[in-house]
């Protein structure tokens, strides 16, 4: 999805029913929009047709590439589309053009594949998901780094899988909203992770074929 002043690219967004029919966007921007009006948040595809996903679904694009309005911070998210967005021009054409005048380009798992494939990570430490890490390394000019849960290299800031763009999210709400904003956010969400069952770090979860 994306956002002018907190962006992500063509994601899910998780929404809630209100009385009234009103939804709300329970994700970390549309937590952190709550009570501002000095945040927009947008999402964009290729063109303004719904988008369905791998589980069904179906997310309603604001705009298409061609009218997408300029963007401050822009959110690519990874996962098994990604493989056919790396090969699509207009999308990769667009996020170059965009990168010019972004304050901070972003990406969750596999995107950063997408920042690869702009051209924008050449020279950068970068991550992704850790079943990612070693096909990543093969073809990028960036360096790769494995065990964090978010890298930040000058503005451009990637996530590893999945969840880890929960803590990138919050980081970037605190530079752009200061950190007391962003621990708002935090408690807000009811953000304290307490997983039930212990994962070695070293572990390698491979991503679906």
Known sequence: MSI??????VTRCDATLRPGGRRHSLDVFGAANWGRDDMQIVTLASRRDHVR???GLK???????????QLDVVIVPGGLGTDMLIKNEAALEWLRGTAKSARWICSVCTGSFVLEAAGLTEGRRITTHSGAIGQLRSITLGEVVEGQRYVVDG????????????????????QIYGEDHARTVQGLLEYYPAPPYAVELTMHHEMPA
Do not use: E
């Open 4 to 9: 002018s002043h907190g962006a992500k690219f």
């Open 53 to 55: 996903g791998v589980n």
């Open 59 to 69: 997310v309603l694009p604001d705009h298409d590439f061609a009218d997408a309005p």
């Open 155 to 174: 503005n451009v800031v990637t996530a590893a899988g999945v969840s880890a763009g929960i803590d990138m999210s919050l980081w970037l709400i605190g």
